[in-house]
């Protein structure tokens, strides 16, 4: 099936499973090459990520950490950089190295706002890695070394990422149809 009904839009398949997981193999190998010796702690942005962290890390093969977080904001999930705090850690990350694992890099202010909460507990160095960056729509000057797909700057939907809370659990990323 091509195109997917999530409440009132339509979207069309944009990026198949099967191209999602070949990409996300060749990232964990990356990234096991990358970080061997430095005990990571992988720190997953909820809610958006759980499919991503689920098949990234179970090929992850160095030892490594994983804890899952929250990022609250004021207004929904919007993109407007409105973060007010970071849910969920409870474990000191002083003087670890972090990878952070999100969903989509769109404006980047999410990311970047994420990126001073993390530098006042003192780790020995973050890296990002995010399922989609959108380049067209970054605000902000980041280092994403760990992305599977860049995109274009259309709305997407599936492998964790929502539409007004559904088309988490579709298997294939999907892009909105005008
Ligand atoms: P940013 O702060 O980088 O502009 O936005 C990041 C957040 O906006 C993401 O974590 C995600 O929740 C949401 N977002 C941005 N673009 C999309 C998209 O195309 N689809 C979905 N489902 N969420 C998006
Ligand atoms: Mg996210």
Redesign the pocket.
């Known amino acids: 099936m091509d195109t997917v009904k999530v409440k009132d839009k339509l979207f069309g398949l944009y990026i198949t499973e099967d191209k999602i997981l070949s990409r996300v193999k060749e990232l964990a190998t990356k990234m096991n090459n990358d970080l061997a010796g430095k005990n990571p702690l992988f720190l997953v942005?909820l809610n958006?990520s759980f499919v991503f962290a689920a098949d990234l890390l179970r090929d992850i093969t160095i030892p490594c950490e994983i804890t899952f977080v929250r990022?609250a904001s004021y207004e929904g999930?919007?993109?407007?950089?409105q973060i007010k705090h970071l849910l969920g850690l409870t474990q000191s990350i002083e003087g670890r190295t972090v990878v952070i694992v999100?969903?989509?890099?769109?404006?980047?202010?999410?990311?970047?706002e994420l990126l001073h909460m993390l530098e006042d507990k003192n780790p020995a160095e973050v890296y990002i890695s995010s399922l989609?960056v959108?380049p067209g729509?970054?605000?902000v000057d980041l280092d994403i070394p760990y992305r599977c797909f860049d995109?274009e700057n259309?709305?997407?939907?599936g492998y964790g990422?929502?539409?007004d809370h559904e088309?988490r659990n579709l298997r294939h990323i999907y892009q909105?149809m005008e």
């Open positions: 942005i958006g990022v999930d919007s993109s407007t950089g999100e969903d989509i890099v769109d404006s980047g202010f999410t990311m970047k989609l959108k729509n970054l605000k995109i259309e709305f997407i939907v990422l929502d539409y088309g909105v």
